[in-house]
């Protein structure tokens, strides 16, 4: 299946109902999918799954602002050329999405260090453990969000 057949493969499962994505093409060979609930996760991953229309190579997170009122977080999967993203929408105040770890055991990875950097709650990750912040590290400090101030660290130089 060539890039074009993939994206089109995937923009047909996304868009099926019962909620389908908002899709957009930013490139020729990138698919952005902004799902209407968090709940259509692990569906939607499971049908790009068992449609061979890519593998997991990134998750990661986007902080837009304060003012933005939302974090994303966007599941990348990747067939040859092309790439399909899944953007999860959640209020800044409570960010959670599903864990994709029991579908995909490399999520564990990506999906920890979500938490640990941007807050986001994983539900139904059994280990959160940190992986790159020391362990004394402030609950609620999240050093990749935009509005992260080192001086609550106090820190001395």
Known sequence: MNTE????????????PPRPAEITR???????????????????AGALLDEH??????VTGLDPGIEAGYLE??????????????????PREIPAVPTLSD???IAEVFEREL???FGVEIIGLRNI?????????????????????????????
């Open 5 to 16: 057949e993939t994206l089109a493969a995937a923009a047909k499962i996304l868009s099926d």
């Open 26 to 44: 930013p490139t020729p060979t990138w698919m952005n999918a902004l799902l209407a609930s968090p709940d259509d996760l692990l569906p939607m």
């Open 53 to 58: 229309l890519g593998w997991l190579s990134c």
């Open 73 to 90: 977080v966007l599941y990348h999967f990747s067939a040859g050329a092309a790439v399909i993203t899944l953007r999860v929408r959640r």
């Open 103 to 105: 579908m995909i055991p």
């Open 115 to 117: 938490h640990e950097m």
């Open 129 to 157: 453990n940190k992986l790159y912040l020391p362990e004394d590290w402030p609950d609620g400090v999240y050093p990749l969000r935009k509005d992260f101030d080192p001086a609550v660290l106090n820190v001395s130089g």
